[in-house]
């Protein structure tokens, strides 16, 4: 597998689906050492306030994006693309299609927590017009790593950010 980024003849965008399910849990336990349940990700995919999107390679599943819509905002919460396709542009398309879809619907903004090590994903997020804006000591229970909190439009009590 080349580094050369994708693109959108290459890799194809749909929202997921229970029959997706063997697959989102197969990379998601490749990515994360503290995966996700089949439980979560089957609320997400069944909730009406959710965007669940698949980056597929043909029929393969190389990465997803699990959104929930909650009164005034849209959290990111959870990313993941397989190994062989980090780095080569699949969250971006992953995201750009969210922010794109989701950029007039009344919402006040995006936002995410991240690992304040995960300086690729910072830095991608940044890039999209994500912004820090707090952060949530020893969010993560694996190893207690604190969280950097960024918004995309309007934070928490801030005023709107350019976009």
């Known amino acids: 597998?080349?580094?050369?980024?994708?693109?959108?003849?290459?890799?194809?965008?749909?929202?997921?689906?229970?029959?997706?399910?063997?697959?989102?849990?197969?990379?998601?336990?490749?990515?994360?050492r503290t995966p996700w349940s089949r439980t979560m990700f089957q609320g997400e995919i069944t909730r009406p306030g959710s965007r669940c999107y698949g980056a597929f390679d043909g029929k393969t599943l190389v990465g997803y994006l699990i959104v929930s819509k909650y009164t005034d905002a849209w959290h990111i919460m959870n990313v993941a693309v397989d190994?062989?396709?980090r780095r080569r542009g699949v969250a971006r398309l992953m995201l750009e299609t969210l922010l794109r879809e989701t950029s007039e619907d009344g919402t006040r903004g995006h936002t995410l927590e991240v690992r304040v090590s995960n300086h690729g994903a910072i830095r991608l997020y940044e890039e999209l017009g994500f912004r820090p804006s707090g952060m949530r000591r020893g969010y993560y229970t694996d190893d207690r790593e604190d969280a950097l909190v960024m918004w995309r439009g309007e934070g928490p009590g801030d005023e709107p950010l350019v976009r």
């Open 83 to 85: 190994e062989p396709y």
């Open 1 to 32: 597998m080349s580094a050369e980024p994708v693109n959108e003849t290459e890799i194809g965008l749909r929202r997921l689906g229970l029959g997706d399910l063997p697959a989102v849990e197969a990379v998601e336990r490749r990515s994360y």
